[in-house]
Antibody, heavy 119, light 109 residues
């Protein structure tokens, strides 16, 4: 069974940093694109970033470019999102997702971790 | 990046057919995907590559595509189908930059 478990969320002040982690199991992690998708309270889904199997390609939504970094450790079956210069509008539940072959859709989702940016 | 447009809400009585549309200029060139999200839960993929259904998804869920519009059809709607539904596609530039529609709230009357 595919399992994706996010961690690392919490309350952070504007301008601060946070690192999210996603522990994957039940599939060959190194064979799949992975993504982060977020959902602000009461709002819709927003794709944040995705990363190729070997980490050689990474893509970001414009609003996080230069502030967020997606990475992975295939030896640890783990996905990460380093978030710097956080803003109030980054407040959301952040989901980790296993992607389809070309990285362009999410097959499975974790349960999410809440990030709150507030003073 | 581009936009995908969905109606904010659709209402249907149990047993009837619900159709949720999604429009976007890149849809003739890119596959569409559909996700169901119930309150407090993570999204679930219900349709991929316009019309394919993942294992475990009931047959009453189907997808179709025509030009710049894709449609999620739920036949014989059940109370448990009440949820938010999101369409999703990728940027037409060839990179896997994902775009979601704004979501449609399906209400089962």
């Amino acid at each position: 069974e595919v399992q994706l478990v996010e961690s690392g969320g919490g309350l952070v002040q504007p301008g601060g940093s946070l690192r999210l982690s996603c522990a994957a199991s039940g599939f060959t992690f190194s064979s799949y694109w992975m993504s982060w998708v977020r959902q602000a309270p009461g709002k819709g889904l927003e794709w944040v970033a995705n990363i190729k199997q070997d980490g050689s390609e990474k893509y970001y939504v414009d609003s996080v470019k230069g502030r967020f970094t997606i990475s992975r450790d295939n030896a640890k079956n783990s996905l990460y999102l380093q978030m710097n210069s956080l803003r109030a509008e980054d407040t959301a539940v952040y989901y980790c997702a296993r992607c389809g072959a070309e990285g362009d859709y999410a097959i499975n989702w974790g349960q999410g971790t809440l990030v709150t940016v507030s003073s | 990046s581009y936009e995908l447009t969905q109606p904010p809400s659709v209402s249907v009585s149990p047993g009837q057919t619900a159709r949720i549309t999604c429009s976007g200029d890149a849809l003739p060139k890119q596959y569409a995907y559909w996700y169901q999200q119930k309150p407090g839960q993570a999204p679930v993929l219900v349709i991929y590559k316009d019309s394919e259904r993942p294992s475990g998804i009931p047959e009453r869920f189907s997808g179709s595509s025509s030009g710049t519009t894709v449609t999620l059809t739920i036949s014989g709607v059940q109370a448990e189908d009440e949820a938010d539904y999101y369409c999703q596609s990728a940027d037409s530039s060839g990179t896997p930059e994902v775009v979601f529609g704004g979501g449609t709230k399906l209400t089962v009357l």
